[in-house]
C-alpha cells in the first residue's frame, strides 16, 4: 500500500508539465483574449484598459453576422459533405482485408502528414485556368475553352473536404471495426434487407464515431479562412479573415470580440455532442 | 408435404474459402422435428454448414432445399429459418423488448401481435419482466435466452443453433440442455444444432452427425453411433473406448467374428462384411466389459488386474489380456470390491457391443 502512495505521488509529479501547458497556453492565453475583447481601442498598447460591452454589441451588426453566417454555412456543407463521403469510404474501409486495410490507411495518413499549405498548392496548379486538367479536359474534347475552376465556391470545398476528409473517415472506420459483424448478420437473419440491416443496426452502433468525426471535421472547417483566400480567391469574407484583417489594422478588442464568439460556437457544438451522447448513451465511450 | 421429398436436404455441398476446401460434398436429409447435431471437432467444417443453410455464406458447390424449394440462391432475410448465434449477436442499443421485436417490426406485423408475440416469447424463455433490460445488463445465460427468444418469435420453420451454450458454465450448460430440448418439443421446430461436445449430441438429439474435415463420417442416433461407429474416428469422438487395433482372424455367422491383436483372440461384431486378414480397430465400450470368478458372456478369456481406482461410485480397472494387451474396464464399484490388484479374473463381453471399424491410421480423434 505504501508503495501504491509513492507511485500516486511520482505519478501527480510526472502530470505537472501538464499542468503547466494548460496554465500558459490555454488559461493564461484564453484570459487574455478574454479580456482584450471586453476594453475600448487604445494607442500605446491597443487597447485602453477600460471595461466595455461596445464590442460585442458591435457584433450583432449585419456586416459582422454575414461573415459569421459565411463561416458557419461553409463548416456545415463541409461537415456534410465529409460526412457523406468519408462515412461511405470508413465503412467500406473497416470492411477490408487487414493488409489491404494498412495500405488504404497508409494512403490517407502520409498526405495528411505533408503540409497543408503546399498541397493546397497543388491543387492551386491543378485547377489553373491552363493548368493539367483543364489541358487534359480540352485534349479529351469535353469543353473547348479552359473551365473556371480556381477561384470559385467549389475550389472552396473541394479544397475543405480534401482536408478534412480523413479526420471524418478514420472514427467512422474505427467504429466500423469495431462492430461485431455478427448482429448485421443477425438482423439480416431475421428478415432486414441489407439496407434496411444498415439503416437499424449499422448506423445506430456506429453512430458514436459517425458524431465524433462531425466534430472533428466542423470544428477546424470554421478556422481554415486561409483556404478560402488561396482557392476561392478571397471573395467571400470569413470570419477568419476577418480577425486578420482587424489585427492587421490594430483593432484587437474587436479582432477579441470575434474570436471570442468563435470559441463559444466551437464550445456550443461540443456541448452539443456530449448531450447527445450522454442522453442516448451510445457516446459513452466517447 | 410428401414423404419423398425431405424437410431440407443439402446437396453436393462444397465450400472453399480460397485456402482449401473447408466442405467436401456434403449431403444431409433432415426431416421435419427432428433435433439434429452436427458434432465434430472444431474446424470441421460443421458452422461453414450452418451458415451456407441460413444463407450467410455461399457454398461453392451443391444446392439447398427447403420446404421442397431450392434456397441456394435466396439471401437470409428471405429464408424461413432462423439462427441463434454463437455470440448471442444481441442488438446492444436495444432492450430485450426491441431485440426479440426486431424481425416482427421488420415483416410490419400490428403492433398489438407484435406485443402479444413478443411477451409469448420471453414466457416460453422464461424472461417476464426483463423487457426493458438492455443485453449488457443481462447474464449470458440471459442473454443465450433472448437470443433464442428472438429467433423462435419469428416461427421459422427451421432454428439453426451454433454452439449456443459454448460459453456458459457447466451447471448453465445442462440447465440449458433441458431447457433447449423441451422448447423444441414444445414449439415443434425442426433444429439443427452445432456442438464439439459429444456429451452434449448424445443427451439432446434424435440424429447426430459426426463430421470430421468437411465431410460426413456418420449419420445415425445417438445409440447408433455410440453403440455401432461406422469409423476410427467415429469411435474415438464419441465417448471413451478401448481401441484396439488387429487384424480379423476367423469370420463366423451373422457378422460374428474373431479379431488377433497381440496375439489375443478377441470375438467381435461387424455388420459390414470382413475377410480374414484385414486390418481393423476393435472399439470396445469400458462400460461393456465384464469380469469375474465365471467365464463372462460364454467367452474364454482370461486377464489379470493390473490397477483399480475408484471415482464416483464407477470403478475403474485396467486389466491385461494375454502378455501386453491391457483394456480399461469401467463397473459400478459395489460389485466387484473384492478384487485385487494381481487377481486373475475371466472377462467378457457381449459380442453385439465389441464392433470393429476399418483400420486407418490417419482417422483417429485427436
Redo the contacts between chains.
Keep these: 500500500m505504501t508503495t501504491d502512495k509513492k507511485d500516486s505521488r511520482f505519478f501527480r509529479f510526472l502530470k505537472l508539465p501538464m499542468y503547466l501547458w494548460t496554465l500558459v497556453f490555454v488559461f493564461v492565453s484564453l484570459t487574455y483574449v478574454i479580456g482584450l475583447s471586453f476594453m475600448g481601442r487604445g494607442e500605446l498598447i491597443g487597447v485602453d484598459g477600460l471595461f466595455t460591452l461596445a464590442n460585442y454589441a458591435r457584433l450583432r451588426e449585419p456586416q459582422y453576422l454575414k461573415v459569421l453566417l459565411n463561416s458557419l454555412k461553409l463548416a456545415a456543407l463541409t461537415t456534410v459533405l465529409c460526412l457523406s463521403i468519408g462515412y461511405p469510404f470508413g465503412y467500406l474501409m473497416a470492411r477490408l482485408k487487414p493488409g489491404a486495410r494498412t495500405v488504404v490507411l497508409m494512403l490517407l495518413i502520409v498526405p495528411f502528414w505533408t503540409n497543408s499549405l503546399i498541397r493546397i498548392f497543388g491543387w492551386r496548379i491543378l485547377l489553373m485556368g491552363n493548368g493539367p486538367l483543364n489541358t487534359f479536359l480540352q485534349n479529351l474534347g469535353l469543353i473547348e475553352k479552359p473551365l473556371k475552376l480556381l477561384n470559385t465556391e467549389g475550389a472552396v470545398f473541394l479544397g475543405m473536404v480534401y482536408a478534412l476528409l480523413p479526420l471524418m473517415i478514420m472514427p467512422s472506420s474505427n467504429a466500423v471495426e469495431k462492430l461485431d459483424y455478427s448482429v448485421v448478420e443477425a438482423a439480416r437473419d431475421l428478415g432486414a434487407g441489407p439496407l434496411k440491416a444498415f439503416f437499424t443496426i449499422t448506423v445506430p452502433l456506429t453512430l458514436p464515431g459517425l458524431m465524433a468525426g462531425c466534430v472533428l471535421v466542423f470544428i477546424p472547417s470554421m478556422g481554415l479562412f486561409f483556404l478560402n483566400d488561396m482557392l476561392g480567391g478571397g471573395k467571400t469574407l470569413l470570419t477568419g479573415n476577418l480577425i486578420q484583417n482587424l489585427i492587421n489594422s490594430r483593432d484587437l478588442p474587436m479582432a477579441s470580440a470575434l474570436s471570442a464568439l468563435m470559441l463559444l460556437v466551437t464550445g456550443a457544438v461540443i456541448a452539443l455532442y456530449r448531450k447527445v451522447g450522454g442522453s442516448s448513451g451510445q457516446l459513452s465511450m466517447f | 408435404m410428401s414423404e419423398q421429398t425431405p424437410f431440407l436436404r443439402l446437396e453436393n455441398l462444397s465450400k472453399d474459402y480460397g485456402q482449401g476446401m473447408v466442405l467436401h460434398s456434403l449431403s444431409l436429409d433432415v426431416d421435419a422435428g427432428e433435433f439434429l447435431t452436427l458434432l465434430g471437432p472444431s474446424g470441421c467444417g460443421k458452422t461453414t454448414t450452418l451458415r451456407i443453410i441460413?444463407?450467410?455464406e455461399d457454398a461453392t458447390e451443391g444446392r439447398v432445399y427447403l420446404d421442397g424449394a431450392d434456397v441456394t440462391k435466396l439471401?437470409?432475410?428471405k429464408r424461413n429459418l432462423?439462427?441463434v448465434?454463437q455470440?448471442y449477436?444481441?442488438?446492444?442499443?436495444m432492450n430485450v423488448f426491441q431485440n426479440v421485436a426486431?424481425?416482427l417490426k421488420?415483416?410490419k406485423v400490428p403492433k398489438a401481435e407484435i406485443q402479444q408475440r413478443v411477451m409469448e416469447a420471453l414466457q416460453l424463455v422464461q424472461l417476464t419482466g426483463y423487457e426493458k433490460r438492455m443485453p449488457s445488463q443481462l447474464s449470458g445465460g440471459q442473454r443465450q435466452r433472448v437470443a433464442i427468444a428472438?429467433?423462435v418469435v419469428?416461427r421459422p420453420k427451421v432454428l439453426l443453433l451454433d454452439e449456443p451454450l459454448g460459453a456458459l458454465d457447466l451447471k448453465l450448460r445442462q440447465q440449458m440442455q433441458q431447457e433447449l430440448k423441451r422448447l423444441q418439443k414444445q414449439l415443434g421446430i425442426t433444429f439443427i444444432y452445432i456442438t464439439h461436445d459429444q456429451e452434449e449430441a448424445l443427451n439432446m438429439s434424435s440424429r447426430i452427425v459426426i463430421m470430421r474435415e468437411g465431410r460426413v463420417e456418420q449419420i445415425g442416433t445417438p445409440e447408433e453411433v455410440y453403440e455401432h461407429p461406422a469409423t476410427l474416428f467415429a469411435a474415438g469422438f464419441i465417448g471413451q473406448s478401448n481401441l484396439i487395433h488387429g487384424v480379423v482372424d476367423k469370420v463366423g455367422e451373422d457378422g460374428q467374428m474373431t479379431i488377433l491383436s497381440e496375439g489375443v483372440s478377441l470375438p467381435a461384431y461387424a455388420e459390414k462384411e470382413y475377410h480374414p486378414g484385414d486390418k481393423v480397430v476393435l472399439c470396445l465400450r469400458p462400460q461393456r466389459v465384464r469380469y469375474g470368478s465365471e467365464p463372462q458372456h460364454g467367452l474364454d478369456l482370461q486377464g489379470l488386474i493390473l490397477d483399480k481406482e475408484y471415482s464416483g461410485g464407477m470403478q475403474h480397472t485396467h486389466i491385461r489380456l494375454g502378455d501386453t494387451l491391457d483394456i480399461r474396464v469401467m463397473s459400478q464399484s459395489s460389485e466387484l470390491d473384492s478384487y485385487q490388484i494381481g487377481d486373475k479374473v475371466h472377462v467378457g463381453w457381449s459380442i453385439r457391443h465389441a464392433p470393429v471399424v476399418p483400420d486407418n491410421p490417419a482417422e483417429e480423434a485427436q
Design positions: 441460413a444463407g450467410l439471401p437470409p432475410e432462423n439462427t448465434f455470440s449477436a444481441l442488438f446492444p442499443h426486431y424481425g421488420i415483416k428472438r429467433a419469428l
